[in-house]
């Protein structure tokens, strides 16, 4: 078998089948990079899982799990000052959180080089949205390497170290979902030896501080770097034209993997325009896209979600009275969704009819397929919380939700949770919900990662302006929406940091009590002022994963007893566990594949017809 | 070789993972130049999880193009039928396991449950070759995928992928007791 951790440190060049999300962590390898600090949240979570599987005396670098992506932008803010070449790697939203200390980056002398990889989710696979974070990176003054495949996440990468290091400034290399997760085979290169450790921070090497009059000077340096970010980008030759014997006097300027979308097109094409693919996204190279303007009759700008390559160039043509017609988007849809080869292809259709060959008419959708929502796994402590707490609740009480596995509560047959906005915000908006308010009681829900990240402010709010809300903190003991990595809570009881605070009404009971947590719900609701109730278990899929490892393990598993069941489906309708079958019948049997034995059901059933299976007795 | 695009598809937690990267490194053992991608939002959650594998010359985006699928994999009924709906080009052949993860609105009673005279009935209307792969003899769920692996094999869906390769593959991926377990079952559905 292959390791990942050993494969990643391999000391002579190979050949390897990687993930995108792998290849850059053998670029953080090979380029020395010292301090590498994250949020999880997809898609690059699998940068973490390849660091980790790398025994920890082994790695050639220090690596932590911050507690939000601000911190980890900070903290390899801070090793870089030191001299140390430092990389912070989160998901698109998660430069929100980061953006009031990511925006000061190109204003400082960063002396040992700060890489950011940032994975864009274009598509909203599994995001609140799918902004398109270039729309950041001109106000931030930061350089963007856009990489189309694994191979060019490695690459590119390498590049963004070399070029942070060279004007001791911050990279940004910019994934996306697709580049992220796609596997390919890559050649790598060879990898010497760790870098050495520094501590030199100098206040020399500054200023450092940001304030009046020297807030302008660093400016005026940082426009100067990434003048000559340009330079390198150039040199380098990141921004490459792909040219064409058919190409009609057409051209089309892309990036990312739109560009790989577009390959896939011309293969059912009649003709091919001439492409130029922008491995630079920030800045851009004028003298490049002028030169490749001057050369077509008509260019089309091809660019998933913003249009800000599309307002550039337009504007650089205006100023250069270029004559060339350039096609950006035209319809609201432009902006909406992934450009895959089949969105590609549609935007190429209607832009030059004549070049794409059409498609074979699609086979009829001959059966709907019911869709298949996500949803809380098997013994999931959530689903007990929700269906205990449901009991609690007023028709006319307001539910405020937050980002984790509990945000799954919207959906039936719970519908708890009828607001969201990002990670911590659900005591803030229950607070402004909770004012005027003396008939709705609100309230907000919380899980243990997301209280440390982002929730703390809000709940502080709470205390010291007095609103009136009850908190229920969803403790599971881990980061579990993205693949179960640590979070503070394992050093910081979240039960101490409330006492702590002076929050008065705590209760707290583990979620397969489910008659108590719905007691003590009804408790805390009826107290003015904050009250919280911490229902906790811990994850069931991250429990029932090591069990399974441990010698002797037993898989159980409930049935349902026909002779009792009378069909009142609490079961499947109320409870909801996806291990109930609903056969045409009506009578349930249980998804023996999805059971994990756990027995929470049991309660739910008032005809106590679930039962444990043989192999539990 | 010509361009040959497959679509794997299933539900969190059925192993698609594991699948997708032994066909992956089973093609690449060939000599077949590849490219794949995992789709998979909020698998873990009980969601639709979907790989796609693109191999062969004048492959560029590892995402295929809507019925352009020339194998699509299923690893549970729904996800079969709507994985093949929606990628499986005319002619082509769809192997799915007859086993039903059933969807929540399923569950809730407010839609039926998709059958397997379904599932026959689309394909024969639409021209694609379907390949049932009945496992209710095995106790591990786990391995289910070793199954579909084995089946793929067996009926060399892969122009160019034999079992050599997809042995190689495994034995890149898994070890010790593990490589042991899922190799009986690849091994017992593959001949």
Redesign the interface.
């Given at each position: 078998m292959k390791k990942t951790g050993e494969v990643l440190m391999g000391k002579d060049p190979f050949e390897e089948i990687f993930m995108g999300n792998e290849a850059v962590v053998r670029a953080m390898i090979e380029t020395g990079t010292k301090v590498i600090a994250s949020y999880p949240g997809s898609p690059t979570p699998e940068i973490a899982a390849a660091i980790l599987s790398i025994p920890e005396d082994q790695r050639p670098f220090y690596f932590e799990f911050s507690v939000n992506e601000k911190v980890a932008t900070e903290v390899a803010f801070g090793a870089a000052l030191n001299g140390n070449l430092s990389c912070a790697f989160f998901k698109s939203v998660g430069l929100n959180v980061a953006l009031d200390s990511f925006v000061q980056l190109s204003l400082m002398n960063i002396t040992g080089g700060m890489v950011v990889v940032l994975g864009d989710d274009p598509g909203a696979n599994s995001s609140q949205n799918e902004q398109d974070n270039r729309n950041v990176y001109r106000m931030s003054r930061v350089t963007v390497l856009e990489p189309s495949s694994p191979k060019e996440a490695y690459e590119y990468y390498k590049h963004a170290a070399a070029l942070a290091i060279k004007e001791q400034t911050v990279v940004v290399v910019r994934l996306t979902t697709h580049v992220c997760h796609a596997r390919q085979k890559i050649k790598f290169s060879a990898y010497e030896n760790p870098a050495p450790s520094r501590t030199n921070f100098s206040r020399a090497n500054g200023p450092y501080i940001a304030l009046t009059v020297m807030a302008l000077d660093m400016k005026r340096k940082s426009i100067q770097k990434l003048k000559r970010a340009g330079q390198y980008i150039r040199q380098a030759g990141l921004n490459t034209e792909i040219k064409s014997n058919n190409s009609r006097n057409k051209g089309i300027i892309t990036s990312g993997l739109t560009f790989l979308s577009l390959l896939d097109v011309f293969e059912l094409s009649s003709y091919r325009p001439d492409i130029l693919k922008l491995g630079a996204v920030n800045p851009l190279d004028p003298e490049v896209i002028l030169a490749f303007l001057h050369s077509h009759k008509e260019i089309l700008i091809l660019e998933e979600l913003d249009d800000i390559l599309e307002l550039q160039i337009k504007a650089l043509a205006y100023d250069h009275g270029v004559k060339t017609k350039v096609i950006g988007k035209t319809e609201d849809e432009d902006f909406v969704g992934e450009y895959t080869p089949d969105k590609t292809r549609d935007k190429l259709s209607a832009v030059w009819p004549d070049m794409v060959i059409p498609s074979p008419a699609s086979p009829a959708l001959l059966f709907p397929v019911p869709p298949r929502p996500a949803q809380m796994c098997p013994g999931c402590g959530h689903r007990s919380a929700f269906f205990a707490i449901k009991k609690a609740l007023e028709k006319e009480d307001v539910t405020v939700a937050d980002i984790g596995c509990h945000t799954l509560g919207y959906m039936p047959p719970y519908e708890i949770g009828e607001v969201l906005l990002c990670m911590g915000a659900s005591t803030g908006i229950a607070s402004g919900l909770s004012l005027f308010n003396d008939k709705k009681r609100v309230v907000a829900f919380l899980g243990d990662s997301t209280f440390f990240h982002a929730g703390l402010p809000g709940l502080i709010n709470t205390l010291f302006n007095h609103h009136n809300i009850t908190l229920i903190l969803m403790e599971n003991g881990t980061t579990a929406m993205t693949g179960h990595q640590d979070h503070a809570g394992s050093v910081i009881p979240v039960e101490n940091l409330l006492k702590g605070l002076g929050v008065e009404s705590i209760l707290s009971c583990d979620t397969y009590s489910q008659s108590k947590l719905t007691e003590l719900v009804k408790t805390s609701m009826a107290v003015k002022g904050i009250s919280v109730v911490i229902a906790k278990h811990p994850c069931m899929l991250k429990y029932s994963r090591q069990k399974r490892k441990q010698p002797g393990f037993v898989q159980t598993h409930v049935d349902i007893d026909p002779e009792i069941c009378n069909q009142t489906h609490d079961c499947v309708e109320r409870f909801g566990c996806p291990t109930f079958t609903r056969k045409p019948d009506g009578s349930v049997t249980t998804n023996l594949d999805l059971c994990i034995g756990d027995g929470s059901c049991r309660q739910t059933c008032p005809e106590k017809a679930i039962v444990f299976g043989k192999e539990a007795k | 070789m010509k361009?040959f695009n497959i679509h794997i598809t299933g539900?969190?937690?059925q192993g698609i993972g594991l699948l997708s990267?032994a066909l992956?490194?089973g093609i690449?053992h060939a000599g077949i130049?590849?490219?794949?991608?995992?789709?998979?939002?909020?698998?873990?959650?009980?969601?639709?999880v979907i790989s796609q594998i693109r191999c062969g010359d004048?492959?560029?985006?590892?995402?295929?193009?809507?019925?352009r699928a020339d194998l699509v994999l299923g690893m549970e009924i729904?996800?079969a039928?709507?994985g093949a709906?929606?990628y499986?080009?005319?002619g082509g052949t769809l192997v799915f396991l007859d086993?039903?993860?059933?969807?929540?609105?399923?569950?809730?009673?407010?839609?039926?449950?998709?059958t397997l005279e379904?599932v026959e009935?689309?394909c024969q209307?639409?021209g694609?070759k379907a390949i049932r792969v009945e496992i209710k003899t095995m106790d591990d769920?786990r391995m289910?995928n070793m199954a579909l692996l084995g089946a793929v094999s067996k009926n060399a869906l892969i122009p160019g992928v034999t079992k050599v390769h997809f042995d190689a593959a495994l034995?890149?991926?898994?070890?010790g007791d593990m490589?042991k377990k899922n190799r009986a079952v690849f091994d017992a559905w593959a001949v």
């Open positions: - | 361009p539900v969190g937690g990267q992956l490194r690449d130049t590849a490219i794949a991608v995992d789709t998979h939002g909020l698998a873990q959650r009980g969601g639709i004048g492959v560029h985006s590892p995402l295929i193009m809507k019925n729904h996800e039928l709507r709906s929606l499986l080009k005319k086993v039903s993860w059933q969807p929540l609105s399923v569950r809730l009673g407010q839609t039926p449950e998709i379904n009935t689309a209307i639409s694609a769920a289910q034995e890149d991926l898994l070890s490589l």
